[in-house]
């Protein structure tokens, strides 16, 4: 029996959306275009894109790569099958015409010498196939390993070719063309793993960036200003999310990303590319618009796919197109040749498996948890499928609306779906947002 037979789904299956506790909110679509398809497509797609106009860039985030999880688990899942999503995901992005990647943090799950070396032969491989790759770390990414074995670990992507490095953190600069692309290292502190020389010590664990840090920022803004050079800014932790501004969520607040935010309005690049929250997500606050690229491992196992032109960024959902990738390629596994149909049941599963559990404490007739496991499922695909900004109304009188919201009370799932449909927005089927 191979490997990932032993593997095989032994019975629902948890894909980690736990992790999307912490989510979304769409706000006002501050000069912005939304797409023009309908919104019968399904978002994101695998559809093949058309052929790049400018430069195309692929951002991924929250890899969690893990082999160790792959073999221990017993069962397929998506977090089971990271190795082979994260391949899929490399030939994906080239595949689609992407000229460069970004992944923005939390590359393994748990920052282990040999989980990075895992993802460091794939990403060799895809730069060897002509995609080249830059890295930074999340907060899984450091300790027990250091900042400075981070940075020789991933010298081939994106240290060695920068530009410009901070000597404070695994920040670094990378020119590309007529851009300017600033690959923000906002982790090093929340993970407690700072040894670079030129970092300053601090008692506090929360994200941050140091003096040194935003000193280091400016001047390449400037220097980026001076040169007409579009600005790209990415990095782990989020800026605009209201649980990223609070103290009491240690995990997930970035002590003083309002400093930075105001760097990024100053200098007339108002955007950021971030991740952490494990979700798909548009944030607008006075002008400064970020994307949150969602968690790799979880259905629909999705990107973010950036055109460049030079009046405009255009920003697609992708979707892996995981079963392309395993027929290609040679793949025996039947839920890898099938994965996106297999990642449909998986679906049902999860809004199974959830209710069943939230149901121990809080009961339901078995006509109302059947209506309740539809809703769950009908509010997650839709919000993937990117319509739930469209369905608000049909979710809110189905059958299952009330049961559902009685049997979550007092567990996250309750004002997370609350959440999802209050704040769903069109822009997460894509848009096009101007440099200036
Ligand atoms: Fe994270």
């Known amino acids: 029996m191979t490997e990932r037979a032993a593997r095989r789904r032994t019975g629902p299956v948890l894909f980690l959306i736990l992790c999307v506790l912490f989510l979304s909110a769409c706000q006002t679509a501050e000069g912005m275009k939304a797409p023009e398809e309908s919104p019968e497509v399904a978002v994101p797609s695998m559809a093949p894109l058309p052929a790049p106009e400018g430069i195309r860039i692929a951002v991924a985030s929250d890899l969690h790569l893990d082999p160790d999880h792959a073999t ?3 069962e397929l899942s998506g977090v089971s099958l990271n190795p082979e999503l994260v391949e899929a995901l490399l030939w994906d992005a080239k595949h689609q015409g992407a000229e460069l990647i970004l992944l923005t943090g939390d590359l393994v799950n748990g920052g282990k010498d040999y989980r990075h070396e895992a993802l460091t032969e794939r990403l060799r491989k895809a730069e060897a196939e002509g995609l080249p790759v830059c890295v930074v770390p999340g907060n899984h990414d450091l300790a027990p390993i250091g ?4 940075a020789e670990l991933y010298d081939e992507f994106g240290y060695a070719e ?5 000597v404070s953190s695994l920040s ?3 020119l590309w063309k ?4 600033l690959m923000m290292d906002t982790a090093g502190y929340s993970a407690g793993a700072i040894d670079l020389p030129g970092a300053p010590q601090r008692s506090s664990n929360c994200a941050f960036f140091s003096e040194e840090t935003l000193d280091w920022v400016e001047k390449l803004l400037k220097e980026a200003g001076e040169n007409d050079r579009h600005v790209l800014c990415a990095g782990h932790f989020n800026l605009l999310p209201e649980i990223s501004r609070q103290p009491e969520n240690s995990g997930y607040y970035l002590e003083n990303g309002d400093r930075f935010a105001a760097l990024l309005r100053e200098y007339g690049v108002p955007r ?3 991740g952490h929250q494990h979700t798909r997500a548009v944030y607008q606050e006075n002008g400064l618009t970020e994307l949150l690229t969602e968690y790799l491992l979880a259905y629909p196992t999705g990107y973010s796919m950036l055109d460049l032109t030079d009046g405009e960024i255009r920003y697609t959902p992708r979707r892996v197109d995981v079963d392309a990738w395993a027929a290609e390629t040679g793949e025996t596994e039947p839920v890898l040749l099938n994965y996106a149909r297999w990642q449909q049941e998986e679906l049902h599963d999860y809004a199974r498996s959830n209710v069943a559990y939230m149901c121990e404490r809080n009961p339901l007739s078995e006509t109302e948890v059947r209506q309740a496991e539809e809703f769950f499922y009908t509010v997650m695909d839709s919000y993937w499928r990117g319509d739930l900004h469209a369905r608000r109304t049909e979710l809110e009188s ?8 009685r049997c979550a009370e007092g567990y996250a799932y309750g004002w997370w779906l ?4 209050q704040n769903a927005s069109p822009l997460l089927r894509g848009f096009v947002l101007a440099w200036k």
Not at 418 to 421: D, Q, V, W
């Open 72 to 74: 221990r688990s017993g």
């Open 272 to 274: 950021y590319l971030s």
């Open 172 to 174: 670094y600069c990378v």
């Open 147 to 150: 900042q400075r074995e981070f």
């Open 418 to 421: 609350k959440s999802l449909i």
């Open 398 to 405: 189905m059958p299952g609306y009330e049961p559902f919201f």
């Open 162 to 166: 920068a530009y410009s490095r901070d």
């Open 178 to 181: 007529d851009l300017m692309i």
